[in-house]
């Protein structure tokens, strides 16, 4: 359910920041989703699209860049892709610590039609 969540605050932000910018209609919405941030790229899409019907964001395309997660070493501060059961840094062997890239949901870009003059 947090999926609709986070879908519809997507929605209110593009709907806010395009009226702000005196656009009528948000044609294209680009988000990031990390393999580690315990959404899903589908639900959060087909929740957009569900959420966003009736409003300046209905019909936009979202196009979703997936983040794959990342260990840090905290012995060499190297950071590298977590990999299924190997956790070793592969510069020094130690065993690399979760980092926060990977856990990340945001709204890289918005793109909008633009707004009709009115005499």
């Known amino acids: 359910m ?8 997507m929605v209110d932000y593009a709907t ?3 009226r702000k910018l005196g656009k009528k209609k948000v044609t294209k919405i680009v988000i990031k989703i990390g393999d580690s941030s315990g959404y899903s790229s589908d639900s959060v899409v087909m929740y ?4 966003s019907a009736g409003t300046i964001c209905e019909g936009a395309f979202v196009e979703v860049e ?3 997660s990342m260990l ?4 060499c501060g190297e950071i590298f892709p977590r990999k299924l059961m190997h956790y070793d840094c592969p ?4 065993e690399g610590l979760p980092s926060r ?3 990340e949901i945001e709204i890289v870009s918005i793109e909008t039609e633009p707004a009709i003059a009115c005499p």
């Open 48 to 51: 957009f699209n569900e959420v």
């Open 16 to 18: 806010t920041k395009a």
């Open 72 to 75: 840090q070493c905290p012995k």
């Open 91 to 94: 510069v020094c062997g130690k």
């Open 2 to 9: 947090h999926d609709y969540h986070k879908a519809k605050q």
């Open 66 to 68: 997936a983040v794959k």
């Open 101 to 103: 890239i990977g856990t």
